[in-house]
């Protein structure tokens, strides 16, 4: 129910029936305003999705909507299938990192980490992120961070995230033209790729790393390279819950590596994400990881909505959406606490009755 | 599955997969000889309802009594519902708090807190219970317990317990007329308000708080007042598995803090009852959780016998016994942990065959 994208099985098999953390991170990038980018959320109201999807994972209900009639319509969002993972088989707790909201999730009694950060600017224009300084934020949160469980599912709500992470990674050097996946099944290229090009236009051939990613990033991927790199040496093992975004954190590492001649210890780390990303015809996540210089195990649940009549759900199985709040490692935790595909779909159908 | 009756849903999605250590507080009042006053337990053998639910949940086995084919008839205790819970997905730890019982359960291994503490008295003719120092011992159990695990569900046996609770509301000045259940569908309101009314005759004007509670209350209402109390600077949140008991318990605290000018953090607390007491025509807990003067979140498991045809089953349907022994609280337990209504229902059914 879990197969390989890269490396093998073990690293995850290692894992069956542990218990995890499901650490959400969650960013606003003025990017997502650009009109036509993305579909990840209601129309005119996209920067409120992380908030959103935040909420209804940890409590069930959407709460910081304006107007409570106006729900959302068409794809309905990833986090069903988080939230109804957690619902047959809970993880060990629920903690969110704040990485620049604009609206703060209306959520008491579970952990929303703060670490006074600004929702980033719109890439066409230079994204302006202190990244050095946001990237140390990461690096210490590693450091210091104590899960309480034997690993960490790490998800993310980022609208427009897969812009902001093709521009990065082409910004960087990636042969990453076509790879990168998107909210639309039929990716909206010559929109992003307008956006993406502006982006790259804002780099001079003297910046850094740093100057770069803080001008073509987003908070979401900075953040988590540090994190990433920070708990390195620590007991617990990080599962990259997500598509081409996650793959782009490990392209920034990769890069930051490279630059301060620096290794990873890759027994620490696995990307997880869905079989709509992996089968993906429009990017290429596989490619993607094959860029890294170090090995990495990663995986997708092989979970789709065969066995749901539902039109909403259908959709998925047609190439919108794909993934995003870690649904692809909420899957492989499900599966490996031996939930099957019959029991998550009836759950995530129990919402749209 | 688990809803509100007062504040919101988040304190108890905070604990959803967690562990929980079950206490159950049992006391035996000399109320319950009284004639028709309760039908928790098998007539002529109330008194020992307490020990042989602990022994039940604990154990499977019912063994306090003196001739075995006596076995229970009628409605069929909670404590099958608390039982079935443990069984599906076990409690950290079952805990007994013998807070004044007839006879101490037949249990080994279990820890059995033991206070020293005997049976109270009838309230008709005065508990008789010291009830300063009973709170005192309540305190310090609270300051010095360490549960081993994520969060407490304290639940309680005490037969007549909805009587004296109801006299120690209307005792302690609340408007409570109506407002208490009862183990009966019919609420046994005349001998139940003859009993109350000879109780509060016993109550002189210059009477304090504590001189009030020993002559009308009963010792798990004072013991778990201290105990929440002792406990609320801990870092373990307590569930009150209860209905309107427990909400007495909360009163009692509510009136010890206008007395002594105290305060009580409510975020460490909450209360969780079943739906047949939060549907009951016969009383009002929500109306007793609004008359505190601290915010609280209160919930009540959704949970019912409509998938059973046990005819014994299906009286709790028709309002009989309601709760008891942690019932509500278990099986909010038992949702957080991802059971289902089905399985808990077919293993309540077991049980019975």
Redesign the interface.
Known sequence: MIKNITGRIDLIESLRGKKATFLLSLSNTKTATIEGITQAGIPGMIHLTPTLDSEFV????VRSLPNIAQTPKGVPTPALISRAV????????IELLNLGLEVTPS????KQHDFNINPSGSIDVGANIDAFELFQKGVEFGQTYEPKSDYVILGESVPSGTTTALATALALGYDAKDKFSSSFAANPSNIKQEVVTKALKQISPNDDIFEILGKVSDNMLIFNAGFILGANNKDYRIILAGGTQMACVLLIINSILQTMQGAIDHSKIALVTTKWVYEDKNSDIKALLEMLDFELNSYYADFDFALSNHPALKLYDQGEAKEGVGAGGCLAYGFLKGLSKEQITKKVEEFLQ
């Open positions: 940890c409590t069930g209900e957690h619902l047959l088989d809970p993880f060990s707790r959520i008491e009694y579970f």
